[in-house]
Antibody
């Protein structure tokens, strides 16, 4: 059973950037991808993209293509999701999950609040 | 994009009941479908993968079926801990898409 522990909540102003981390353990990091999914308050789940733990290859949802960057640090088995040019409608809980299609284990979520 | 339409959007049931949730895809997705359970303030948890395979550790009262465009999640003998929101997810094509969710409440 893999474990994913995310960084704490963030409050950002419109136009700023946020970087969320996802520290993993309990599985071979380089054998899996890490996906990112977000959930706006009271809303459903939205897939943002994934990054390969093996070579850092990424696949982003077109909606976020211009604003998101996903990276990994294999030495610390940590994945990162950087979202720029934040808007109020980016206020959401951001989850990381193991796997790029079948998301087996999930982080606890990170609340990102965008407000002036 | 492949649209996933879940129905119903909400339902009420009692402990011991059986319920069925349906997910329809806007195009064929083979069996590239999973079901997830989410409780308030928590991360989703995978229940079913490949449309009908039960995730290890998930009670056998959960079952999934379907292929192509129509899929169902059935929960028999509802237990108090089953009252939650359920989502389907397709990973046949990009972008990966979720259904809008089905909220299951205690009647």
């Amino acid at each position: 059973q893999g474990q994913l522990v995310q960084s704490g909540g963030e409050m950002k102003a419109p136009g700023a950037s946020v970087k969320v981390s996802c520290k993993t353990s309990g599985f071979p990091f380089t054998s899996y991808s890490i996906s990112w999914v977000r959930q706006a308050p009271g809303q459903g789940l939205e897939w943002m993209g994934w990054i390969s733990g093996y070579n850092g290859t990424t696949k982003y949802a077109q909606k976020f293509q211009d604003r998101v960057t996903m990276t990994i640090d294999t030495s610390t088995t940590t994945a990162y999701m950087d979202l720029m040019s934040l808007r109020s409608d980016d206020t959401a809980v951001y989850f990381c999950a193991r796997g790029h299609a079948v998301m087996t284990d999930w982080g606890q979520g990170t609340l990102v609040t965008v407000s002036s | 994009d492949i649209q996933m339409t879940q129905s119903p959007s909400s339902l009420s049931a009692s402990v011991g009941d059986s319920v069925t949730i349906t997910c329809r895809a806007s195009q064929g997705i083979s069996d590239d479908l999973g079901w997830y359970q989410q409780k308030p303030g928590k991360a989703p948890q995978r229940l079913i993968y490949a449309a009908s395979s039960l995730q290890s550790g998930v009670p056998s009262r959960f079952s999934g079926s379907g292929s192509g465009t129509e899929f169902t999640l059935t929960i028999t003998n509802l237990q108090p801990e089953d009252f939650a929101t359920y989502y389907c997810l397709q990973h046949y094509g990009y972008p990966i898409t979720f259904g809008q969710g089905t909220r299951l409440d205690i009647q």
